[in-house]
């Protein structure tokens, strides 16, 4: 019987990059004579750290810097391999940390945006107290819409609209939510909400989101809808939230004497991005 012995022929003709390795920790994948490369591949003249070599290599093969192509999905202001930074970012629909893993190019198809009030304005629709300085009430900056109210009374319609959303083609509405931010002065407890509705077209849709809690003396934000709170609506269209007269209303009841104050109203848009990966 003959018996054949195989034998290891070392080739050292092996080129940069020929082969993958783990730049975590993948100095035993690579042949003799080759280092792990930042960039996850062989490279002659490495050290055992990767190497900080001139910054596009030499002909020694000190140092070889990667790309912003060969870290994706990473992104962000990352380190060449060479002493470098690289600003990567992502293409769109991704954004930078948007698939909730920061650092990385990702898109979640659910998505939300919030915007606060550009225009407010009065209606004497219904109510009986009329409202002052109704502008102060489109941001946040301790001015405020004020109505001065006795028992019994109800404030006019307060309007929030002109919201400038601005969302991605074909988006998918899926909730509304209304951030009031306010505050009563006069007797303690006085105030409540009568009437807080989404506005549609510039018309109230059906359900009303007033709670019958009494408003805080100090500046604080109170939530009305949610992520998938569509106010009495079947749907409500991406051009329907884009549009001008897309809005909030607000009437303010009292017990007693006091006077209601809103600093800010803003709106938060739920909706899926059909663009986005499942």
């Avoid at 996850?40 to 140092?63: E, F, I, Q, V």
């Avoid at 109510?127 to 006795?150: E, H, I, P, R, Y």
């Avoid at 949610?226 to 009292?254: K, P």
Wanted: glycine share 12%; with cysteine.
């Amino acid at each position: 019987m003959t018996v054949f012995f195989a034998s290891c022929v070392v080739d050292e003709s092996f080129e940069d990059g020929q082969f993958l390795c783990d730049p975590s920790g993948g100095e035993g994948e690579c042949p003799e004579g080759l280092r792990c490369n930042v960039d996850g591949r062989c490279r002659k003249g490495l050290s055992a750290s990767g190497g900080t070599g001139g910054k596009d290599g030499g002909p020694d093969g000190s140092c070889f810097p990667t790309t912003c192509e060969t870290l994706a999905p990473k992104c962000g202001d990352l380190d060449d391999g060479c002493g470098n930074t690289l600003t990567c970012g992502c293409t769109a629909p991704f954004t930078c940390g948007g698939g909730a893993k920061p650092g990385e190019c990702g898109c979640s198809k659910q998505q939300s945006k919030t915007r606060p009030a550009d225009a407010v304005f009065e209606a004497k629709i219904t109510g009986n107290v009329a409202w002052t300085s109704v502008s102060d009430a489109a941001q946040s900056d301790d001015k405020w819409a004020t109505a001065a109210l006795d028992a019994s009374k109800t404030t006019n319609q307060l309007k929030a609209s002109a919201f400038g959303f601005s969302l991605p083609v074909g988006a998918l509405v899926k909730g509304v939510e209304v951030s009031i931010e306010r505050s009563g002065q006069g007797s303690a407890s006085a105030l409540t909400d009568k009437d807080v509705r989404v506005l549609v077209k510039g018309a109230p849709l059906a359900t009303n989101g007033a709670k019958n809690t009494a408003w805080p003396t100090t500046d604080a934000a109170a939530k009305y809808g949610s992520a998938t709170e569509l106010w009495g609506a079947t749907a409500i269209t991406l051009a329907e939230v884009q549009a001008a007269d897309f809005g909030v209303l607000l009437t303010v009841t009292a017990s007693a004497a006091a006077t209601a104050r809103v600093d800010a109203v803003s709106v938060t848009v739920h909706y899926e991005d059909p663009a986005c990966p499942n």
